[in-house]
């Protein structure tokens, strides 16, 4: 099956590697601009020259899904290109640290929670909005198996993905 993404933009969130890396290239195959958006300059950067290495289009924004302002960065991108918003990856997660819940670290608990659970409503808030008034567009929140099954030393981010 081939898909059609020209003319269309998408934002990709923890686009810096993993699935984010993965989908943004794909995305842009098929022919979408892709606002890469990471915390990982690096990573985000080298995302986006894949893409235009590979004939694509792509453009990388610092983006802490955590920090409601910094939703504003990716959506100024989307707009400069005079399309709208058509796709959301709505992707960021952090694991934490792998630790029994009695030992668990309150301040990577809260910073797992800000990202997984706070990162995702932050995103939507900034987009719907944007798809809303334009009267389309499409939403992916990633979960994980996480979000399903229990993993032993992983209790933050398994509430979290369930959340």
């Known amino acids: 099956m081939t898909w059609d993404f020209s003319k269309q933009t998408a934002i990709v969130t923890g686009a810096a590697g993993g699935i984010g890396r993965a989908v943004s290239l794909g995305l842009a195959r098929a022919g979408a601009f892709v606002v890469v958006a990471d915390m990982d300059r690096d990573g985000g950067e080298t995302t986006a020259r894949q893409i235009t290495d590979a004939g694509g289009a792509a453009m990388f924004v610092e983006t802490d899904v955590t920090d409601p302002d910094a939703h504003d960065a990716y959506l100024r991108v989307a707009r400069a290109q005079g399309r709208g918003v058509d796709i959301f990856m709505n992707n960021a997660g952090w694991q934490g640290e792998i630790a029994p819940i009695v030992d668990y670290p309150l301040d990577v608990f809260d910073q797992v929670m800000a990202v997984n659970v706070r990162g995702v409503f932050l995103g939507l808030r900034a987009v719907l909005p944007v798809m809303?008034?334009?009267?389309?567009?499409?939403?992916?929140?990633?979960?994980?198996?996480?979000?399903?099954?229990?993993?032993?030393?992983?209790?933050?981010?398994?509430a979290s993905k369930h959340a």
């Open 132 to 158: 809303t008034a334009q009267g389309r567009g499409a939403v992916v929140n990633t979960a994980s198996l996480g979000s399903y099954v229990g993993t032993r030393n992983l209790a933050p981010y398994i």
